[in-house]
């Protein structure tokens, strides 16, 4: 059964950083999409970077590009978000997702709907 684990989450004041962790269980990690969303209250939920882990392309919402960084460490079927320069508009509860075996465009569109598997979310707090 496929598992995500996010962790990472918490409060910080602007212009911090945090890194989210999402580790994977139950699946063999390559040649997947994995996506970053959060949703905030009252909003839609919105996607954030996605990485193919095939080949480690990337992409990344417009809001965050600059800021936000999605990396992979194969070796722990493990994806992280390195968010910097964190703003009060990023708080947000954040998602990890997996589309196991996704075409490679999957993960240039971040859209939430083609994701199989959600982690349980951990927020993120940005205080002005």
């Known amino acids: 059964q496929v598992q995500l684990v996010e962790s990472g989450g918490g409060s910080v004041q602007a212009g911090g950083s945090l890194r989210l962790s999402c580790a994977a269980f139950?699946?063999?990690?390559?040649?997947?999409?994995m996506g970053w969303f959060r949703q905030a209250p009252g909003k839609e939920r919105e996607g954030v970077a996605a990485i193919y882990t095939g080949g480690g392309s990337t992409s990344y919402a417009d809001s965050v590009k600059g800021r936000f960084t999605i990396s992979q460490d194969n070796a722990k079927n493990t994806v992280y978000l390195q968010m910097n320069s964190l703003k009060p508009e990023d708080t947000a509860m954040y998602y990890c997702?997996?589309?196991?075996?996704?075409?490679?465009?999957?993960?240039?569109?971040?859209?939430?709907?083609?994701?199989?598997?959600w982690g349980q979310g951990t927020q993120v707090t940005v205080s002005s």
């Open positions: 139950g699946y063999t990690y390559s040649s997947n999409c």
């Open positions: 997702a997996a589309y196991p075996w996704c075409p490679k465009v999957v993960a240039g569109r971040l859209d939430w709907g083609e994701y199989n598997y």
